[in-house]
């Protein structure tokens, strides 16, 4: 009689079955206790005691292929997917049930290639995938964005039988995929389709509705929902919430929170709470969505990053990661959607140093390669003008999606790397990856901030081919931008005048006339200003910008019109502030700031660097001061003191004319005068300054920048 004991040796799994070495004639029994000792170790997920299983098969010479089924499913639930595939490739004869858990166990580790190869070879080996295959590699396809794929695939299940619509999970798999691939019109005739509809499946439409921001189509989905009699879950709710506020449907939202209470998903910890939370932050109902969420009883990990969003959107960053703060304190463990929202608050302080804090605990936390944790860090350090740390955060992940390539884009674009944003786009689509909206959009801005007419003509005009609903106002106030700024005014004239984009409004015209104050273009500033106007009367904007075009031309006359005008509306326009972070605290500076406790020394240090920079060429570049004064040294002298000038000074004053980089960021477009100073100015210090203003990122060292002095 031979005995053995299976056991782990940490204590924690414990097999102290007695096996019998059987003889010949009872091989069957001999199986039977293999088979119940495997699927012990199927239960307990023992990945050694599975092994000690599987190496006394061997040593014993019984033939365990036999019982192979049984071995996979145990190396399957016990975590060793390398286990598991080794077994998979020694069975003779494997069948589907075995074919469907090495492809869903690899989806659901997210190793999506793996599940496809072995999804392709099931023909090679003459089997045929079933209705669980294919609902598998469905997602698969999504999750790697191979939209040929998927389509591929969906053919082949319609070969095989399962196109008719009466399987309800492979209904559920084919619309999750297309709303992925933004293919909203391919996913609702799926799910019309569908011989019987449950909350699962309507569900999925609506959650893919909002996904890709059909808000509109999801509100309708969850009506259909209604009159079809389909009782909605929570889930169902906090989509459809969502959707009411990104429209702003308040009424709406306010009808489907009565559902929620009628249906008994009221409690103080669902998901329909949070989600409630979020639709009137979206309607601009902050304190509505605090107040929703103070009456949380015990806020989970997910309420806490809706709040983090809510305080966002209402440009309330501080108070963001200080709710983020306050729930690492209660000792939560973050995931990859609290650790974005924390690092999108940081970009939008642009605080390098709080993002760098956020990113370690990434790493800590094996969340550095989460897909939504990468391209919030690659946003990050985009927005801080670290570009090249951004592309070093996007070459490590393990799956870079649309949302890390658009980061990408962006961050390029924001810097003036427009040729890498133009051949990181080209890659993108040629792989297959179908661009979204904002894709498009981060591309023509990068197009717009290099200069790169033709590649911007090349990618507006692929928009009609790619997108059914044509440009967006957003890809066409860029490509205009594009255009204007390249000397083709007349041209980004008759585009607005001719464009059928949706929701247009005076923001195209607007940025039309910001490219006729670049360009002197006096008359067709005030015929572009005049349509702006019919479209928004009152538009203090407008006025500000028609008065920046007569000062730069030097009509005076027409300037103090303007301003007489502007005075009797109660027009302000918003002024210029520049801030620096120095120590960890952030300085903030107007013209001629005379506030600063270091006021006097600033000013001292900035007056040494006039000096020099004016031995190197500076000469100040009057067209940009926009008050009359009655000499030209006055002129000359009102830009010394420029915002963005006292924050270099004083990052200088703190920190010598050696070392890093000197970081500073404006609220508004950086002035043509201060351009040209901080060239020189970055060559007299030695070292570099990089300049974050409304538009992008300007890189100044050795008396050049990166825009080329485009922009």
């Known amino acids: 009689m031979r005995r053995f004991s299976l056991s782990r040796a940490s204590g924690g799994f414990q097999l102290g079955t007695t096996v019998p070495r059987p003889p010949r004639c009872r091989r069957g029994a ?38 192979g089924n049984k071995l996979l499913d145990a190396y399957l639930k016990s975590g060793s997917l390398h286990h598991a595939q080794k077994m998979f490739d020694e069975m003779p004869a494997r069948h589907i049930v075995s074919w469907n858990a090495m492809v869903s166990s690899y989806v659901r580790r997210g190793r999506n290639p793996e599940a496809i190869a072995l999804y392709r070879r099931m023909p090679l080996e003459g ?196 709710a983020f703060r306050t729930a690492l304190r209660d000792s939560m463990r973050p995931n990859g959607f609290i650790l974005s929202t924390a690092l999108r608050a940081c970009s939008s302080l642009a605080l390098p140093d709080t993002g760098k804090q956020v990113h370690s605990l990434a790493v800590k936390s094996d969340l550095n390669r989460d897909r939504f944790v990468g391209a919030a860090l690659v946003d990050l350090y985009g927005k801080c003008g670290d570009v090249k740390t951004a592309r070093s955060v996007f070459d490590g992940l393990a799956n870079r999606d649309l949302v890390s390539v658009n980061s990408m884009i962006a961050a390029y674009a924001a810097n003036g790397r427009g040729g890498e944003a133009v051949s990181l786009f080209n890659e993108a689509t040629t792989s297959g990856l179908p661009p979204s909206d904002a894709t498009y959009t981060s591309a023509l801005s990068a197009c717009s901030g290099a200069g790169l007419l033709e590649e911007g003509r090349r990618i507006f005009a692929s928009i009609g081919r790619d997108r059914d609903k044509g440009p967006t106002r957003d890809h066409v106030s860029c490509y205009v931008d594009l255009l204007a700024r390249g000397g083709r005014l007349v041209e980004a004239e008759r585009l607005i005048a001719t464009s059928q984009v949706e929701n247009p409004d005076a923001v195209l015209w607007r940025t039309l006339l910001g490219a006729c104050k670049l360009h002197g273009e006096v008359e067709m500033a005030e015929r572009t200003a005049k349509r702006i106007l019919e479209l928004s009367p009152g538009d203090d904007g407008t006025l500000v910008l028609l008065l920046n075009v007569y000062a730069s031309a030097g009509r005076w006359e027409e300037v103090a019109k303007m301003k ?90 703190s920190g010598g004319e050696g070392g890093a980089p000197i970081m500073i960021l404006k609220n508004l477009r950086v002035c043509g005068d201060c351009h040209a100073w901080i060239k020189l100015a970055s060559k007299v210090l030695g070292r570099g300054v990089a300049a974050r203003d409304a538009k992008r990122f300007h890189h100044f060292r050795d008396g050049m920048c990166s825009c080329g002095d485009y922009w």
């Open 127 to 322: 089997v045929s995938p079933d209705g669980f295959t294919f609902s598998s590699v469905l997602k698969a396809l999504a999750e790697v964005g191979s939209l040929r794929g998927g389509q591929e695939a969906h053919g082949h299940l319609v070969v095989s039988g399962f196109g008719a619509g009466n399987h309800l999970f492979i209904s559920t798999a084919l619309v999750n995929m297309y709303a992925k691939f933004r293919r909203l019109g391919e996913a609702r005739l799926v799910y019309d389709r569908a011989a019987e509809k449950d909350v699962v499946l309507a569900t999925a439409l609506i959650v893919g509705c909002t996904q890709i921001g059909e808000d509109a189509e999801a509100v309708r989905g969850f009506a259909d929902m209604v009159n079809g009699r389909i009782g909605a879950n929570e889930f169902t709710f906090a989509s459809v919430l969502i959707a009411c506020g990104n429209l702003g449907e308040l009424a709406v939202g306010a009808t489907i929170h009565s559902l929620i209470v009628k249906s008994g998903f009221d409690d103080r910890e669902s998901s329909s709470q949070t989600s409630l939370l979020v639709m009137y932050s979206r309607c601009s109902l902050i304190d509505d969505a605090l107040k929703v969420y103070s009456e949380i009883a015990t806020p989970n990990l997910v309420a806490r990053t809706a709040i983090m969003g809510v305080l966002l959107s209402g440009h309330r960053e501080e108070e963001a990661l200080s």
């Open 564 to 653: 007489r005008a502007a005075r009797e509306m109660r027009l302000r326009k918003e002024p210029a502030v520049s801030w620096v972070e120095v120590d960890k605290r952030v300085h903030t500076f107007t013209a001629g700031d005379l506030s600063h406790p270091r006021a006097a020394e600033i000013y001292e240090t900035l007056e040494v660097l006039m000096e020099k920079t004016k031995v190197l060429g500076y000469v100040p570049d009057t067209r940009f001061v926009l008050q009359a004064f009655e000499s030209e040294s006055e002129r000359e002298r009102s830009l010394y003191y420029h915002s963005e000038k006292l924050a270099i000074a004083f990052a200088v004053l």
């Open 30 to 67: 001999h199986a039977t206790s293999y088979a119940s000792l495997l699927r012990r170790c199927a239960a307990e997920k023992s990945l050694e005691g599975t092994g000690a299983v599987h190496a006394h098969m061997c040593r014993t010479g019984f033939p365990y292929l036999g019982l």
